[in-house]
């Protein structure tokens, strides 16, 4: 059974403070996506990495694969009170559609 | 243009009740996948759909749950004898291929079912 353990699982910082959230597996992933959720609403699509030792940057948010693709990370710089909400990883197996997703990490950023 | 849409938004059912849920995926989109997520939690594969192929029936927690897609569209999740560890967030998602893992999958905003 392939898992994903996600850490931390609840973060709370000031505005302007940097983070990371880790996303890590023992199973090798196709590929490995993150996405943003707001209270009552589903998830969104932030990125998906497919390549071992990927780096992909959106604004401030900078993502990685590992080099093995098992494990990925997510850091935000200078975190706005607009970042607030629910972090996911989710990976693919090889050839199927069907994501195996992380716990969760609830970010919550204070002005 | 629209995207996935999901009906009911909230259910409130009692124990052993049958319970069904719909989801119309975005149009021309050939995959659809539903999942269950606990509050505040990450979300648990329940089914996928592709094309005209079988369903990939794998997440299933029981027998109790069974889904079905009707012309490549409308999908309904239909859970009987409903129990209160059925209580969860209920998600649908669709994508335009599937499969490969690299197509984004849009969700519905999801049904809130609580089992009393």
């Known amino acids: 059974t392939q898992l994903l353990e996600q850490s931390p699982q609840f973060l709370s910082i000031q505005e302007g403070e940097n983070l990371t959230v880790y996303c890590n597996s023992s199973?090798?992933?196709?590929?490995l996506q993150w996405y943003r959720q707001e209270p009552g609403e589903g998830p969104v699509l932030l990125v998906t990495?497919?390549?071992?030792?990927e780096v992909k940057k959106l604004k401030r948010l900078t993502f990685q694969f590992g080099d093995a693709r098992k494990d990925s990370s997510l850091h935000i710089t200078a975190a706005q009170t607009g970042d607030t909400g629910l972090y996911l990883c989710?990976?693919?197996?090889?050839?199927?559609?069907?994501?195996?997703f992380g716990q969760g990490t609830t970010l919550q950023v204070k002005p | 243009g629209a995207g996935v849409s999901q009906s009911p938004s909230n259910k409130v059912t009692e124990k052993g009740k049958d319970v069904e849920l719909r989801c119309d995926p975005i149009?021309?989109?050939?995959?659809l996948y539903w999942y269950r997520q606990s509050l505040g939690q990450g979300l648990e594969f329940l089914i996928y759909?592709?094309?005209?192929?079988?369903?990939?029936k794998s997440g299933l927690p029981s027998d109790r749950f069974s889904a079905e897609r009707t012309g490549g569209s409308v999908s309904t999740l239909t859970i009987q004898r409903t129990q209160q560890e059925d209580s969860a967030v209920y998600l649908c998602?669709?994508?335009?291929?599937?499969?490969?893992?690299?197509?984004?999958?849009?969700f519905g905003p999801g049904t809130r079912l609580t089992v009393l």
């Open positions: 990495v497919v390549t071992g030792g």
């Open positions: 149009s021309g989109h050939t995959a």
């Open positions: 759909f592709q094309g005209n192929s079988a369903p990939d």
């Open positions: 998602a669709s994508s335009l291929r599937g499969g490969g893992g690299t197509d984004t999958q849009y």
């Open positions: 199973s090798v992933f196709s590929s």
């Open positions: 989710a990976g693919a197996a090889s050839n199927t559609g069907k994501l195996i």
